[in-house]
């Protein structure tokens, strides 16, 4: 049987709040300051309105506001104290443990990301760690304000009978074994809830990104029927949780009140026994009451502690992902020739019922320009997943300039290459910052690129140039123009091997051309791989590879190909037919 050896949930959430606990630490100091006060009013008054301080001039009168208003100022001081300083250790925690949160997600394995919807990781890294450490820090203030003056009435009573006490404490068992059940029971509808609550998240993310599709199917409806059902399973557990939770008070007291029963017969006792009288028996009731209404308030904390303990299972699922596996080891001293050679490489997707790639072979010579064709599923993507490092070979070795990929590191492997994919990805922030992403800015290459993608004319028609903002994934830009900018951000790169997937789907024909031109004067010096569709586009290509069900189905140039009356024939034919 195996042990689970992982730290528990109080230790890791602890390790976030353990580099600001002396703010933790001042908070409870400020806290005991306030609980210390409690007990001073009444005395005060007390003190004030006995027969020497009422009648006669025990004190003098100024001592009266003197003293009150300077209890109320520190009892406002350790107030204003304990909050400032709990949410000072709080923020800090939050930031340290959404920047865990983030830099775990940076490091997933690839294939998180297909099974990640990016609600879940938005609610998961922003929403989450805010939510846990309020709960938990809410629970803690409750434990230092409540739970202190329980353990004073504790004291109290069994100061004043400690028979009765110890039978006070004879139901505190079955009131656990009762407050466990319904614990039990708030927990799993907390974690349906919060599960239903993401997939919510995830509805208004789909309807975020698809709002063209959404209406361009006037699917406005169907999509609001998708939202109200996935709200209503939230409600639908949020209400069962709830219930849970208004279970667990009544219940409580309901034990209590059996051994308030059983207290009260037995303090009746004992005054017709012993003669005890009746203040001594009303003093004892009335501090007992006093705990029971402190003890009330505590037992709505195990909402709140069940609550934030799902939320966290669920960030620390995050923190706990497998990150991607980088075994390599050998660095790259500078840029690449950009020979690649794939030797028998195999690839199978897990659950698919076919290989990706069957025992594939093939080149991409150094400086040369190398298409890959072949229908959808082909196995074209596939290769450039492996190319960049996102997944591994399960037989066959791919070697760049001669060395294995599998021996360089994953940052080595990935610096030798710029990607412009059909699938465009931009960040909302500025043209420049797009261009020159993750590097060193520099104005001069900035037009070069800019020029060569053949966006310079209309970013100059811009009020604020470079530093015009895109929007959420380029939003503020049109298809073609959000593909140039991505073609632009590679050049700008300027690695040794390039890769076009698809990558001048979105262009008119005149910007296409202006694109070809630009690439056209790398040939030679850079390695260029391009998957496309279109098949006048890669005429000139030095190599042409037409794959098919993961393997090679012929290799040549344009006019060997032709030449071959084979499938790539076939292809030309078809899409001269279509034109």
């Given at each position: 049987m195996s042990i689970d050896t992982r730290p528990s949930l109080a230790r890791r959430l602890g390790q976030y709040v353990y580099p600001y606990r002396w703010g933790a630490v001042l908070t409870v100091v400020a806290y005991l300051c306030l609980a210390g006060t409690?007990?001073?009013?009444?005395?005060?008054?007390?003190?004030?309105?006995?027969?020497?301080?009422?009648?006669?001039?025990?004190?003098?009168?100024?001592?009266?506001?003197?003293?009150?208003?300077?209890?109320?100022?520190?009892?406002?001081?350790?107030?204003?104290a304990g909050q400032y300083l709990f949410h000072w250790t709080q923020t800090r925690?939050?930031?340290?443990?959404?920047?865990?949160?983030?830099?775990?997600?940076?490091?997933?394995?690839?294939?998180?990301?297909t099974r990640m919807q990016p609600g879940t990781a938005v609610?998961?890294?922003?929403?989450?760690?805010?939510?846990?450490?309020?709960?938990?820090?809410d629970v803690g203030i409750a434990l230092l304000r409540d739970g202190l003056a329980a353990v004073g009435f504790i004291v109290y009573l069994f100061y004043l009978n400690w028979q009765l006490t110890l039978m006070a404490l004879v139901v505190t068992p079955v009131m656990a074994l009762v407050m466990r059940k319904v614990n039990q029971r708030m927990r799993q509808m907390s974690t349906r809830s919060y599960d239903s609550q993401l997939v919510l998240v995830n509805k208004v993310d789909d309807i975020t990104r698809a709002w063209r599709v959404v209406r361009q199917f006037g699917a406005a409806d169907f999509e609001r029927q998708r939202f109200i059902d996935a709200a209503l399973e939230v409600r639908r557990y949020n209400l069962k949780a709830a219930a849970a939770s208004a279970l667990a008070q009544p219940v409580s007291q309901l034990v209590a009140s059996v051994g308030l029963s059983l207290i009260i017969c037995l303090a009746l006792w004992q005054a017709r026994s012993e003669g005890t009288g009746v203040q001594h028996f009303v003093t004892y009731v009335a501090a007992l009451l006093l705990l029971l209404s402190k003890l009330r308030h505590l037992s709505d904390l195990s909402s709140q502690l069940t609550r934030a303990s799902v939320i966290a299972k669920s960030c620390l699922e995050l923190l706990d992902a497998p990150p991607e596996v980088d075994t390599g080891t050998q660095e790259l001293p500078g840029p690449a020739r950009g020979d690649i050679v794939m030797e028998a490489v195999s690839l199978t997707y897990p659950g698919a019922s076919r290989p990706a790639l069957d025992g594939l072979t093939l080149a991409f010579g150094a400086g040369r320009t190398t298409a890959l064709v072949g229908a959808s599923g082909a196995g074209k993507s596939s290769i450039i997943h492996l190319l960049l490092g996102f997944g591994r070979p399960d037989a066959g070795h791919i070697r760049l300039d001669g060395a294995d990929i599998e021996l360089l590191t994953r940052a080595s492997l990935r610096r030798q290459f710029a990607v412009v994919s059909q699938d465009i990805v931009l960040f909302d922030d500025a043209i420049a910052a797009n261009i020159a992403y993750a590097q060193p800015r520099d104005e001069a290459k900035l037009e070069q690129v800019l020029r060569a993608a053949h966006l310079w004319d209309f970013v100059q028609t811009l009020p604020e140039g470079v530093e015009t903002v895109v929007g959420a994934n380029g939003s503020k830009l049109s298809g073609g123009q959000r593909q140039r900018l991505a073609i632009a951000r590679a050049l700008y790169k300027d690695a040794p091997i390039w890769i076009f997937d698809e990558a001048t789907s979105a262009l008119d024909t005149e910007s296409e051309r202006a694109v070809q031109q630009a690439l056209s004067q790398w040939s030679g010096r850079k390695t260029l791989i391009v998957i496309a569709h279109r098949l006048s586009t890669i005429r000139d290509a030095d190599a042409i590879h037409v794959l098919g069900a993961g393997k090679l189905v012929e290799t040549g140039t344009h006019a060997e190909l032709i030449a071959q009356d084979g499938a790539y024939a076939a292809m030309v034919r078809a899409q001269a037919g279509e034109a």
């Open positions: 409690e007990w001073l009013l009444p005395k005060l008054i007390s003190y004030a309105f006995d027969d020497e301080g009422f009648t006669k001039d025990a004190y003098p009168l100024w001592m009266v506001p003197v003293v009150l208003i300077g209890l109320y100022a520190v009892r406002g001081a350790s107030s204003f925690s939050v930031l340290d443990f959404r920047t865990a949160l983030v830099s775990s997600l940076l490091r997933l394995d690839a294939q998180a990301y609610t998961k890294v922003v929403n989450d760690p805010q939510q846990i450490l309020q709960l938990t820090g």
